[in-house]
């Protein structure tokens, strides 16, 4: 895939993929991921609370030997990392809920430090704050103990200080359901507040380089969860261009199972699902700000969607038994542009 994206391209473009360490024990697995992608994310293992280890007496101690497998093989491989990610509520550690303040704002800069630190030289790019709006939309940021303790500016402060600790690193903001802009009925809301976040940002003189839009997609999705039109997402990336940022599609995937509430048999689901990931791509490709895709995993049989959505779908390019299926050959269209 790699090498489909820059065939006579000028720019580099990267062509990675979510990787979960225990998998890389599979042959196959590790096979298509080295043939196929030039830089991987730790879908899991990177996060903060994933990489705290109990000591015997109950403190906690940084155990980086997950993700370091991941970085290790990477590198090993001539692959890049991009490290995913230092500053997300959800993969936080629980004690930061009952945290006062001076500690709280203490212990996420020790750790985007000493995350940075192990990984210096290593991860060119770093997830620094993972999605910080309301899911609501309405454009707020999400209720959050950062928010509720340390005040909208964390999230200035945190990019200061990771640009402080790897003035290398390109640093991101990474959000979902804000890919496409100019939808109607409210449909890009997200995407306005996402906009208006990191012109705000820049406007601060902080150190923010790109954004990453997870594009985390159902083809099946109505209302607000429609799949934006390639024109809003190109739309999207354009203006984020035109504030001088890179744009990533940072989480790529497609479910498709819904549509067979609506009659759809599997080809059909999968050619669906194909046209999404082609459509959505060869629009980003178009794009000057455009940096790259990352697929959040690529064989069927992993993929977080199943224990999430307790379902089983086919959200990525090969299947459950290894057969590349339409979506692989959509993305090599589009990564083409043909
Ligand atoms: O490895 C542990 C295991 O030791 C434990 O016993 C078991 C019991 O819960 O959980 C296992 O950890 C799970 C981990 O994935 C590894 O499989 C966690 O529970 C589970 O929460 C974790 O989910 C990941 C989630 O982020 C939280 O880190 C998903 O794989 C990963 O796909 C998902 O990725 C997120 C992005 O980071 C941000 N955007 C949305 C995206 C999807 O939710």
């Not at 000028?10 to 599979?26: E, F």
């Not at 970085?71 to 500053?87: Q, Y």
């Not at 509720?148 to 979902?176: Q, S």
């Not at 224990?307 to 038994?321: E, G, I, M, N």
């Amino acid at each position: 895939l790699v090498a489909d994206a820059n065939r006579g391209r000028r720019r580099q473009l990267h062509v990675g993929t979510a990787i979960m360490p225990h998998l890389l024990d599979d042959l196959k697995y590790e096979a298509v991921a080295n043939e196929h992608f030039d830089h991987v994310v730790c879908e899991h293992h990177h996060k903060w609370e994933p990489l705290l280890a109990k000591r015997a007496d109950g403190t906690e101690v940084y155990d980086f030997t997950q993700s370091d497998r991941i970085v290790d093989w990477a590198r090993r491989g001539g692959n890049k990392v991009k490290g995913h990610t230092l500053v997300w509520h959800v993969t936080s550690p629980k004690w930061i809920e009952e945290a006062p303040q001076a500690r709280l704002r203490e212990a996420v800069f020790e750790h985007i430090k000493t995350t940075m630190n192990h990984c210096l030289g290593k991860v060119y790019a770093w997830d620094v704050v993972n999605e910080p709006l309301h899911p609501d939309a309405t454009g707020r940021l999400a209720d959050t103990p950062f928010l509720r303790k340390l005040g909208p500016a964390y999230i200035d402060d945190c990019f200061r200080v990771a640009h402080h600790t790897d003035p290398n690193a390109v640093l991101i903001l990474n959000e979902n359901k804000g890919e496409g802009a100019g939808l109607p009925r409210g449909r890009s809301a997200k995407a306005d507040a996402l906009f208006a976040l990191s012109r705000d940002l820049l406007a601060r003189g902080v150190p923010l380089h790109e954004v990453g839009l997870q594009a985390h997609f159902d083809a099946a999705g109505t209302g607000q969860r429609r799949v934006p039109t390639p024109h809003s997402v190109a739309r999207n990336i354009a203006r984020f261009g035109d504030l001088g940022l890179g744009v990533n599609i940072s989480e790529m995937d497609v479910r498709a199972a819904g549509l067979e509430q609506v009659g759809l048999g599997l080809a059909q689901r999968d050619a669906a699902a194909a046209a999404v990931f082609h459509d959505t791509l060869a629009a980003a490709l178009a794009q000057p700000a455009f940096t790259g895709v990352t697929f959040w995993g690529f064989c069927d049989a992993h993929s977080w969607c199943h224990d999430f959505y307790k379902c089983v779908d086919r959200p990525l390019l090969w299947d459950a038994a290894w057969r590349p299926k339409p979506a692989l050959a959509a993305v090599r269209r589009a990564l083409r542009g043909a």
